[in-house]
């Protein structure tokens, strides 16, 4: 065994039975990134699967301790790194918390969090879903998918700045109204979703193969999954209708009309349709918010203790000029407490508990990763299933190893 | 050029070698952090590393020509990189993306290495956070430049 893997507990070396220990990872195809799974086998059935995680510790909520509250959301954006918006968006609602703005965020910047959170959802669910297809053998699906999310990359390039990690969700709004043209290009990707939607479910859905490798495969019980604290799609899949976004809304989620799909198989197939309904429901989430784009409005906190002058009025008046160097130079201070505010991720409840000691940069930034505790129920679901089965699990958990090591 | 029946061409065996070897680098699948999600992107239909030749993701290490060395290396995997890199067959290049992967990138501190060519030498330093498909597809024809040249050695590419 591989000196890098963790080392074997006694009883696991002293065994005498036909069972053989097998690491898999860290650098593994369909691991989706640096997971490695120590497993113990009996010919080709999985007796026991312990998740090893760590080898993508990056210390991101450490560095955030050393950085401006608004610097700090340019690493925290990199945890989850296929839905970037939802990190920084639940980061944003925490500090606004603390600093009791919530209620004067302009109605604009929300639709655009909501629009970009709700796209951000289907640009990740289109890396799980191509991923999930090569995993099991059907190459094709990942080019329909990655073709979908280049789209909505597109819209988030134009409107932030950069493809992956536009930093566009602010604390106090957004870093600036979305571009001329943005809503016509965001007009075409709604007209396209439809079709596209359905050459996806084409693909796989009534697919036998795709059928066989999924059905009955890594059942989660809904009790499993609450004791896991598993949330998202893989809860949804095993029959809990627990959606953040309709528990404890923010942004204005009570204001969409949505449905919360859920199906009570509990299997790798149930949690497929889930998040394809999903993304079906994302999609409504968007049509709605592009038709409250048509009026104008401010998109940022009008409060030059938090928010950047606007660049007009910098050369006009010395308070700006000062409340832009002020802002810029040292940040702002946020008032000693602590929050605890929850976002609807794409794999489930992403949280932030943010501590402040009144200083300019956090005193702890605490995730709550969803993928980290998903992760864990590979543990309940793995035992008893094939080998080859082990990577329809995985997939159809969707873990992302920026959140789960951090 | 083509050359029809009864006529032969004359070329050095060094350089047909070189051609054959620059059109197909075979790249490891190792995917690390964010930009291993562009280097996913770069074999989608929109980007289509096939046009080089490099299309081919090697799982095993044993197959592949060159490293992508993918997002940030934490201090947990650097043995793990280094290991896979020393079980690649000569000859072999790497690509360090990102600002991670060629210096640490914005995270200095306790858990990442700061910089992938502390552990393994870099043909080609691509910066981005993470860089764009394009950038990655220029990177990989830099280094088919310098199998064709047989040189090797820390470039940037700037995009």
Redesign the interface.
């Known amino acids: 065994m591989s000196v890098y893997a963790k080392p074997l507990s006694a009883d696991i070396v002293s065994r005498t039975d036909n069972t053989m220990v097998l690491s898999m990872g860290p650098q593994h195809p369909s691991t989706h990134g640096v997971l490695q799974i120590v497993l113990e086998i009996d010919s080709e059935n999985v007796v026991e699967a312990d998740p090893e995680i760590g080898y993508l510790h990056t210390g991101i909520e450490k560095t955030a301790e050393g950085l401006f509250w608004t610097q700090a959301q340019t690493a925290i954006e990199r945890m989850d790194y296929l839905a970037p918006e939802s990190n920084s968006l639940c980061y944003a609602l925490a500090v606004e918390k603390l600093l009791g703005i919530t209620d004067r965020i302009p109605p604009r910047a929300q639709i655009v969090r909501v629009l970009i959170a709700e796209l951000t959802r289907i640009a990740s669910h289109c890396v799980w879903l191509g991923t999930h297809g090569i995993d099991l053998g059907a190459i094709s699906v990942f080019f329909y998918c990655f073709d979908l999310r280049e789209n909505i990359l597109d819209f988030q390039e134009a409107a932030g700045g950069a493809r992956m990690h536009p930093n566009y969700v602010r604390i106090g709004g957004l870093n600036g109204d979305l571009p001329d043209g943005s809503l016509s290009r965001l007009d075409a990707l709604i007209a396209k979703f439809p079709g596209r939607m359905r050459e996806l479910r084409g693909l796989l859905q009534a697919n036998p193969i795709f059928q066989d490798r999924t059905i009955d495969v890594g059942y989660l019980s809904p009790d499993d999954a609450i004791q896991y604290g598993v949330t998202g799609p893989s809860l949804r899949g095993s029959g809990v209708a627990y959606d953040v976004r309709r528990a404890y809304p923010y942004c204005g989620y009570e204001s969409y009309d949505f449905d919360i799909p859920t199906r009570v198989e509990g299997d790798a197939y149930a949690r497929f349709l889930v998040r394809l309904d999903e993304m079906e429901q994302s999609m409504r989430i968007v049509e709605q918010a592009r038709r409250r784009l048509d009026t104008p409005g401010p998109v940022m906190i009008d409060d030059t203790k938090v928010a950047l002058p606007p660049k007009e009025t910098i050369a006009l008046s010395m308070e700006a000029l000062i409340h832009h160097f002020k802002v810029i130079s040292e940040g702002f201070r946020v008032p000693p407490g602590d929050v605890y505010q929850s976002v609807e991720g794409p794999r489930g409840e992403l949280g932030y508990y943010i501590v402040s000691n009144g200083e300019n940069r956090p005193y702890r930034v605490r995730t709550r990763p969803p993928s980290m505790y998903n992760l864990q129920a590979l543990k309940c679901i793995a035992p008893g299933n094939l080998i080859a089965d082990l990577v329809v699990m995985i997939g159809s958990l969707d873990p992302v190893f920026g959140e789960v090591d951090r | 050029m083509s050359v029809g029946p009864g006529q032969f061409m004359l070329a050095r065996l060094d350089d047909v070698a070189r051609w054959a070897q620059s059109s197909s680098v075979w790249p490891l699948?190792?995917?690390?952090?964010?930009c291993?999600?562009?280097m996913?992107?770069v074999?989608?239909?929109?980007y289509d590393i096939a046009r080089l030749g490099s299309e081919v993701?090697r799982?095993s290490?044993r197959q592949a020509d060159l490293m992508i060395v993918s997002?940030?290396v934490?201090?947990?995997?650097g043995?793990?990189v280094k290991?896979?890199y020393d079980q690649m067959a000569d000859p072999k290049w790497v690509i360090s993306m990102g600002a991670c992967a060629s210096s640490g990138g914005?995270?200095?501190?306790?858990?990442?290495i700061q910089g992938v060519d502390t552990i393994i030498p870099v043909d080609v330093y691509v910066p981005g956070?993470?860089p764009?498909p394009d950038g990655l597809l220029y990177a990989v024809n830099l280094i088919q430049q310098q199998i064709r040249q047989g040189g090797r050695g820390g470039i940037v590419a700037k995009a």
């Open positions: 699948t190792m995917g690390l952090a964010c291993a999600i562009e996913m992107t074999t989608s239909a929109e993701f799982s290490p997002g940030r934490a201090q947990k995997m043995p793990v290991r896979l914005m995270f200095d501190n306790y858990a990442v956070c993470p764009t």
